[in-house]
């Protein structure tokens, strides 16, 4: 099966720029997460959806960021406006609706805010 | 609060000789665990996981791990390291009850070099 596909794979933007993120996941997928990934870090969970639903964005920084899942599909995760410490890897992950499955995970979009 | 200890930043072995990569959490109840790997410029990786059942969870790679309840652990191994296998290592949880939000701790990784 094909995998979570994102894109672009690397962004560099200027402080105060927006940017926006782009993932697929594996189809059939109904949970999907963004992660950042800090270098040296382990991920952090920005937001999940359970097909076009949001189940936690506790620790999405509203201010600036939003994502969306409109048809239950691809998501898009947006930045406005960027910060320098923005600059991170996202990652976008799915899973099945069982509870017992494992995330699946993109290849990353990597950000630089100069 | 819940949480996931991998206590070893970095470690080092030689080619061909075993490797253990170390992760105790602290969560309550029988919680689910997971290790994923990294290699560098790309994504997460799923290696294995436990639910229930025998302590001795084989996963991709060659990798096993062993759940150990008193202690709270859950140490990633492999008998016959190779060269291809540096990487950085991330233990996660989920506690049992996350309900519908199947969110996971993540520990803070081990970078595993194995030299030739």
């Known amino acids: 099966e094909a995998g979570v596909a994102q894109s672009p794979r690397y962004k560099i933007i200027e402080k105060r720029q927006s940017v926006a993120f782009w993932c697929n996941p594996i189809?059939?997928?109904?949970?999907l997460y963004w992660y950042q990934q800090i270098l040296g870090q382990g991920p952090k969970l920005l937001i999940q959806?359970?097909?076009?639903?949001?189940?936690?964005d506790s620790q999405l920084p509203k201010d600036r960021f939003s994502a969306e899942r409109l048809k239950g599909v691809d998501s898009t995760l947006k930045i406005q406006p960027a910060k320098l410490e923005d600059s991170a890897v996202y990652l976008c992950?799915?899973?099945?609706?069982?509870?017992?499955?494992?995330?699946?995970f993109g290849p990353g979009t990597r950000l630089t805010v100069t | 609060a819940q949480s996931v200890a991998q206590p070893e930043d970095q470690v080092n072995v030689a080619e061909g000789n075993p490797l253990t990569v170390k992760c105790t959490y602290s969560?309550?109840?029988?919680?689910?665990l997971f290790w994923y790997v990294q290699y560098p410029n790309r994504g997460l990786q799923f290696l294995l996981k436990?639910?229930?059942?025998d302590n001795l969870v084989k996963g991709s790679y060659g990798f096993e791990a062993e759940f150990n309840k008193s202690q709270t652990s859950f140490h990633l191994k492999k008998p016959s390291a190779l060269v291809s296998d540096s990487a950085l290592y991330f233990c996660?949880?989920?506690?049992?009850?996350?309900?519908?939000?199947?969110?996971?701790?993540w520990g803070l990784g081990t970078s595993l070099a194995v030299n030739p």
């Open positions: 189809s059939g997928h109904a949970t």
């Open positions: 969560v309550s109840g029988n919680p689910y």
């Open positions: 959806f359970q097909n076009n639903g949001v189940v936690d």
């Open positions: 436990y639910i229930t059942g």
């Open positions: 996660a949880v989920r506690p049992l009850d996350a309900g519908n939000n199947r969110k996971l701790i």
């Open positions: 992950a799915s899973s099945s609706t069982q509870p017992l499955h494992e995330q699946y």
